[in-house]
């Protein structure tokens, strides 16, 4: 009788332990982006991303919020909600992927290179994008990295040919990570 | 059959835990996603509609310089080039002190006038985790009229005149306005504009120096770049009294073009003064008679930090 209930006990509370278990948070992860042209340097930054990793499969997802990215001149962080990303529209950025050939040793091993394959959405459309990051302990602590190109027409995002040679033909993306251990 | 139960209990939990495990991401994600308070930006594009105040003001340490022009009347014809040949200027300088402050000095060719100002904002429009309707700023503005004064003794009777004595208060108009705006939808915007102007001097007894007036102003955006402007200030008691000068309330129509780092604003209007003080209780032109005044203005952005 006791086993009865106790085996369904034991499993739900072991069900309930997966959810979180073995995975890494950050709340205020730095995502930049960059471009720069004779006319002009384009230069918006964010300190408030939110990403996960999965630990037992080398899952990762990163959400970042449109308007949490600062520049310097108010009037281009205003044109990037208004103009070109339609923040109201859009509210957010995702991406969600997977650590090609991970294994849990990398979150063990000092930072080392990695390459992540996932799916970019910016602007409400979707890229399937390989990028290249780092990975791995710093100072006992679990970082993470990465540097890559985006061109935003490919993202439905137009750029008028008036200030087309302002704003670069591509913007170089810099993603850096501090994770902690997920506590629920 | 209490162990079949057992085990199919058991492998519910387990199909469970394990449908768990891979929604997990977005599921955390979403269960870590903080409600964010949505502020309404670029109520309008400008820090003005047409001639009066807009909501929008400069951030912190961003400095506007505006350049505006108001020609003569349309109706010149080819021979003045539709009012080209006469312009009024002016001129300023604004800058945000704190994101919710902004001064302003500037200076009219109409009346020769220094103008200074400022804007501060009381509420801001918001959506998601704190609702606010409507934002409200409130605007405080002197106006320098600085035209020679009138010397000419003041005659008392046929023969007797006495001195006539000026004073540098004679010069100064004060006008309060409270900013009232709401950005309905991504395109449409709407401000009124309470405003309460006190001139120290008027031109004769019968002239108030007290002049109230309400102001509408809207923007409807036909591009991202492009965007269609009116606004119409109604004074409840100007001066009417005379044949000979009659004054209307200001209207106008405009678009606002934007090119980067400017915004170009063109527009009709029946106003030839740019600041409150004048385009309010002295606009002496008339849409229905001949009255129209081509003008633009121009802003140009410069960040400080």
Known sequence: ?184 | MKRLYTIFAGLILVFFSGNLYSQDLDALMNAETKPTIDYATATFKASRIINGHSIEQMKKKQLDFRISHRFGTLNNGAYGLYGLDQSVIHFSLEYGIKDWLMLGVGRGSYNKTYDSFAKFRLLRQSSGSKVMPISVSYLSSVELNSLKFDTTPIQTSSTTTTPRINYFSSRLTYVNQLLIARKFNENFSLQLTPTYIHRNFVKTELDPNDIFAMGIGARYKLSKRLSLNAEYYYTYNPNNKFTDTKYYNSASVGIDIETGGHVFQIMLTNSQGMREGTFIPQTTDNWFDKGIHLGFNISRVFAFN
Do not use: C, W
Not at chain 1, 57 to 77: C, D, S, V
Not at chain 1, 117 to 127: P, Y
């Open chain 1, 1 to 184: 009788m006791l086993k009865q209930f106790l085996i369904p006990f034991l499993l739900l509370v072991s069900s309930v332990g997966v959810f979180g278990q073995g995975k890494f948070i950050a709340k205020n992860a730095y995502i930049s982006f960059y471009s720069s042209t004779p006319m002009e340097d384009i230069f918006g930054e964010s300190n408030e991303a939110v990403t996960i990793l999965d630990s037992e499969n080398g899952e990762i997802i990163f959400q970042g919020i449109m308007t949490t990215f600062h520049f310097k001149r108010a009037l281009m962080e205003e044109h990037f909600n208004e103009n070109y990303m339609e923040s109201t529209k859009f509210p957010k950025t995702k991406f969600k992927g997977k650590i090609e050939g991970f294994t849990k040793d990398m979150l063990k091993a000092p930072v080392a290179n990695i390459k992540i394959t996932g799916v970019l959405n910016v602007h409400g459309v979707d890229k399937t994008i390989t990028v290249p990051g780092t990975l791995g302990l710093q100072d006992g602590k679990l970082v993470a990295g990465s540097k890559f190109k985006v061109i935003p027409e490919d993202y439905g995002i137009t750029i008028p040919s008036l200030v087309r040679d302002k704003i670069g033909k591509e913007m170089e993306v810099t993603v850096k990570v501090n994770y902690v251990p997920f506590a629920q």
